[in-house]
C-alpha cells in the first residue's frame, strides 16, 4: 500500500471511529429521555406522526401516541391537540393528522380543540408546519405559549432538538409507550445520531 492509499485508510478509519463514538455518546441521552416519562403541562399539545399501514390503519407505534394523547388531553380538558402529519406514503388513504383526531373525537376530545397539520413528512416539519398553526390560533408567538410535543419515549430526546432548532426555547414533553419493535427503534436513533448533531440540516429522516 503506498503512502496516499494509508492516508486515505487512515483517513476513513477515523472518520469511522467518530461516527461510532459520537453515536455512542449520543445514546445515554435517549436512555434517559426515553426513561423520564414526561408529562408537562401546556397550552398546545404537538402530537407527532408515525407510521400508517396501508390505507388508513396506524402502526403500533402510532398507536400508543394516539391512546396517550387522548388520555392526557382528557385529564387537561383545557389544552388545544395538535396532530400532525400528511398523507405522503403509497397506499395511504388518510393524512396521519386526520387519524389522530378521528381517533381522538371517538376518545371524547372534543373536535373545537383539535387543529389538524396535515402535510408534514418528517420530525422537522411536523413542528415547522405545526408552530404557524398554533400562533395563527392563539394571536401570540411560541415564544408566548407553553407548546408541548407528544411523541414515543425512544424518540423523546430526538424530537426535543429538532424542536429548540425549529425555534421553541422552552421544550416541553408529553412521552407515550415506545411498542413492541422498540429495539429497532433505539438501534435506529443510534445510526441518526451523527446527521442529526453534526450535518448541517434541519433533520432529513423519517418519523
Request: glycine share 6%.
Given at each position: 500500500?503506498n503512502?496516499?492509499?494509508?492516508?486515505?485508510?487512515g483517513?476513513?478509519?477515523?472518520?469511522?471511529?467518530?461516527?461510532?463514538?459520537?453515536?455512542?455518546?449520543?445514546?445515554p441521552f435517549?436512555?434517559?429521555?426515553a426513561?423520564m416519562?414526561?408529562?408537562?403541562?401546556?397550552?398546545?399539545?404537538?402530537?407527532?406522526g408515525?407510521d400508517?399501514?396501508g390505507?388508513?390503519?396506524?402502526s403500533p407505534?402510532?398507536?400508543e401516541r394516539?391512546?396517550?394523547?387522548a388520555?392526557y388531553?382528557?385529564?387537561?380538558t383545557?389544552?388545544i391537540?395538535?396532530?400532525?402529519?400528511?398523507?405522503f406514503?403509497?397506499?395511504?388513504?388518510?393524512?396521519?393528522?386526520?387519524i389522530i383526531?378521528?381517533?381522538l373525537?371517538?376518545?371524547?376530545?372534543?373536535?373545537?380543540?383539535?387543529?389538524?397539520?396535515?402535510k408534514s413528512?418528517?420530525?422537522?416539519?411536523?413542528?415547522?408546519f405545526?408552530?404557524?398553526?398554533?400562533?395563527?390560533?392563539?394571536?401570540?408567538?411560541?415564544?408566548?405559549?407553553?407548546i408541548?410535543f407528544?411523541s414515543?419515549?425512544y424518540?423523546m430526546?430526538?424530537?426535543?432538538?429538532i424542536?429548540?432548532?425549529?425555534?421553541?426555547?422552552?421544550?416541553?414533553?408529553v412521552?407515550?409507550?415506545?411498542?413492541g419493535?422498540?429495539?429497532?427503534?433505539?438501534i435506529?436513533?443510534y445510526?441518526?445520531?451523527y446527521e442529526?448533531?453534526?450535518?448541517?440540516?434541519?433533520?432529513?429522516f423519517r418519523?
Open positions: 500500500m503512502g496516499a492509499l494509508k492516508a486515505a485508510a483517513v476513513i478509519g477515523g472518520s469511522a471511529a467518530f461516527l461510532v463514538t459520537t453515536a455512542a455518546a449520543y445514546m435517549v436512555a434517559y429521555d426513561n416519562n414526561y408529562r408537562d403541562d401546556c397550552d398546545y399539545l404537538l402530537i407527532l408515525g400508517i399501514i390505507a388508513d390503519t396506524p407505534q402510532l398507536y394516539m391512546k396517550s394523547a388520555v388531553l382528557n385529564e387537561h383545557d389544552v391537540a395538535v396532530p400532525c402529519g400528511g398523507c406514503r403509497e397506499h395511504q388513504k388518510k393524512s396521519e393528522a386526520a383526531a378521528d381517533y373525537i371517538k376518545e371524547g376530545v372534543s373536535p373545537d380543540r383539535i387543529l389538524l397539520e396535515d413528512t418528517t420530525t422537522f416539519e411536523n413542528f415547522k405545526g408552530i404557524p398553526i398554533i400562533e395563527k390560533h392563539a394571536g401570540k408567538s411560541a415564544d408566548e405559549l407553553r408541548a407528544l414515543s419515549s424518540h430526546h430526538r424530537a426535543g432538538i424542536a429548540r432548532r425549529t425555534g421553541i426555547k422552552n421544550v416541553l414533553r412521552s407515550a409507550p415506545t411498542p419493535e422498540a429495539f429497532k427503534r433505539y435506529r436513533e445510526f441518526v445520531a442529526l448533531l453534526y450535518r448541517n440540516v434541519p433533520n432529513p418519523k
